[in-house]
């Protein structure tokens, strides 16, 4: 009997340190920071943009964290730069995946997101993605990812009220072939003549070509009182500048990939007067003041293009998993799904193919060297 009943402790205490084991992993999982990955392109023509994206998001996940994180767990941000580029996002998506985060935002350019959304996807991860907004990115039908940046459909109608305004009776498209620009060209080619308004000429330009004399010439001889340029601010400029120097004297107006005050610095005096359809500037936004200031005492320069949205996006995914009470992907994704969250952006809500319910674009126009809101 003595032996059964050592024996009989034995068991008993194994039992009891195996439950102390389960209860102090599970305690440390639970104290464990929230981990979002964010892909941006902090390298290349488009570093502007993806680091202005991660310093709005390090914004955000300052403030949560100094309020006590998100049901009592901490925010950490694993940045990796995708370079606008296909190869690079689907190696970043990668070395994301091996650190075992939780969530994932970021995307800039659709060309880099969308090879990525099957990596994200296949891994069982939510991502929210702030920026890249090609209608090809839902079209994949991964339905853990959701789009806060409005899609080129919102964009094409912000456009189509611009021309109505300026009366105007056909548009040159100039596009640059890759995911986000064709994409927006081709919805705008498709979406004006509905509209009334004809389409002259559709141009392509190769990324970084110093002359595009060519496509001056076919826009000037195609009547097009318009010229709507769908590619990046980088090249934008340039084009405006051999516009404007070629003769071209109708009204010209850039897409929110171009949406920058770069742009402004890189046309110099060919840029005045040039619209923007673009995404929701936190200089006019309601509260956009007080980011602004919080904005540069963190980082010490002023919020860009993309900043609203980006803040926007952590405060969205908080709100997620507050609502869902859990940190569980499907939980969090179905929250998403539902939500109505108002923003520095304005109200964020989603349709049934994850696309933003509500257009996000404002038009802008260079005036005096400096972006003004235009009311139409």
Request: aromatic share 8%.
């Amino acid at each position: 009997m003595r032996g059964k009943a050592f024996r009989l402790v034995l068991v008993l205490l194994a039992v009891l340190m195996a439950a102390s084991a389960f209860t102090g992993c599970a305690k440390k999982k639970n104290d464990k920071n929230i981990v979002i990955g964010v892909l941006s392109p902090t390298s290349g023509s488009e570093a502007y943009y993806g680091n202005d994206m991660l310093q709005s998001y390090r914004l955000a996940v300052s403030e949560i964290n100094a309020a006590g994180g998100i049901l009592g767990r901490q925010l950490e941000l694993y940045p990796a730069d995708d370079g606008c580029d296909a190869n690079m996002a689907s190696n970043a998506a990668s070395r994301i995946i091996s650190q075992e985060v939780d969530f994932v935002v970021g995307g800039y350019c659709s060309g880099a997101t969308i090879p990525a959304l099957r990596i994200f996807y296949d891994a069982g991860l939510l991502m929210l993605i702030s920026a890249a907004n090609s209608t090809d990115i839902t079209a994949q039908g991964f339905n853990q990812s959701f789009m806060i940046n409005s899609p080129g459909t919102h964009a094409l109608i912000t456009l189509t009220d611009l021309c109505r305004s300026l009366g105007t009776s056909s548009v040159a498209l100039i596009h640059q072939g890759d995911a986000y620009t064709k994409n927006l060209s081709d919805l705008c080619e498709a979406g004006l003549p509905a509209a009334g308004i004809g389409i002259a000429t559709v141009q392509v330009m190769e990324k970084g070509a110093a002359d595009v004399s060519a496509i001056v010439t076919a826009i000037r001889n195609s009547g097009a009182d318009f010229v709507y340029w769908c590619g990046y601010h980088a090249d934008g400029s340039n084009v405006i500048k051999q516009l404007r120097q070629g003769g071209y004297t109708g009204d010209i107006a850039v897409g929110d990939g171009s949406a920058s005050v770069e742009l402004i610095e890189a046309c110099g005096p060919a840029g005045e007067g040039v619209y923007v359809t673009s995404p929701p500037f936190v200089e006019f936004a309601a509260g956009g003041e007080r980011f602004v200031a919080d904005y540069r005492a963190m980082h010490n320069v002023d919020p860009g293009t993309y900043a609203t949205l980006c803040y926007d996006t952590i405060y969205l995914l908080k709100t997620a998993i507050e609502k869902a009470n859990s940190f569980e992907t499907e939980a969090v994704r179905s929250a998403v799904q539902s939500i109505e969250y108002q923003g520095l952006s304005g109200l964020i809500k989603f349709t049934s193919d994850r696309e933003p319910a509500l257009s996000n674009f404002i038009i802008l126009q260079i005036h005096n060297g400096a972006f003004r809101l235009i009311t139409l």
